[in-house]
């Protein structure tokens, strides 16, 4: 199984990050694929998953994810602030890296402070680098998913990607499906609470979903409280393979083909 989004570079994992890579490899986590969050983070995100001899296959992403988009107009970019040509220009250079393979996490969020308008301008030049590079996209999009189909209708990106941390309507599914994205599948479907979202995830066909954590965000039903990690992903296949009414091997199988196919991993 592929851990198709999980922020491994975050702090949280920097006591006993190879153990828990060992770990993960032992329990069938063979794989995780960390997206880029700003510009300041790439290089050392790189740096990790070049490291040789890894018990564990890592790629990354590189990108600008919304909430430091919005940080950027405070404080945590302001000295090295980027326009246009300088973000492009800086993004375009880490695209040419084997261990990247899509561009993300990026995309809108309404529930920031910034508003939706602020943030546009960075997402759409991500909108243009993947259909410049031919490469798939890591979207995070949260109260935002009327601006993001708008931005996808109108870029068509024609590697497509995938829609992080999915929760919402079969309808939504659908409509992200239609417009070559699949459907991350993470711990929002192990809380009985989120009906709408397991009814979501039990109608699309399992050729849509991948499989992720996101850890150290969206602990899993029953353990909330402590940061995530990658190897609770077998749990969200099993949770998936209950929802689903299908065996776990299938689900490995299929979400690690289709995560292998969208981000062409070999
Ligand atoms: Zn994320």
Partial sequence: MIDSHCHFDFEV?????????????????DGVLIPGTHPGQ??????????????????AAVGWHPWWVADSNADVEREDHLNEHGFKERLAHHLGSSSVVAIGECGLDGSLDTP????????????????AFNLPLILHAHKAHNEVLQQLSRFKPAAGGVIHGFSGSLELAQQYWRLGFYLGVGGTITYERAKKTRRAIAG????????????????????????????????????LADLKELPLTEIQKQTDQNTRQIFALS
């Fill in 116 to 131: 939706v308008d602020k943030q546009l301008p960075v997402f759409e030049w991500q909108l243009q680098l993947a259909e």
């Fill in 204 to 239: 699309m066909p399992l050729d849509s979903l991948l499989l992720e954590t996101d850890a150290p965000d969206m602990p899993l039903s029953g353990f909330q409280g402590q940061p995530n990690t990658p190897l609770r992903l077998p749990l969200v296949a099993q949770c």
């Fill in 13 to 29: 994992f920097d006591d006993g990050r190879s153990e828990t890579l060992q770990q993960c490899a032992a329990a069938g986590v």
């Fill in 42 to 59: 790439w290089a050392s995100l790189l740096a990790l998953v070049a490291q040789p001899d890894l018990p564990c296959k890592l790629w």
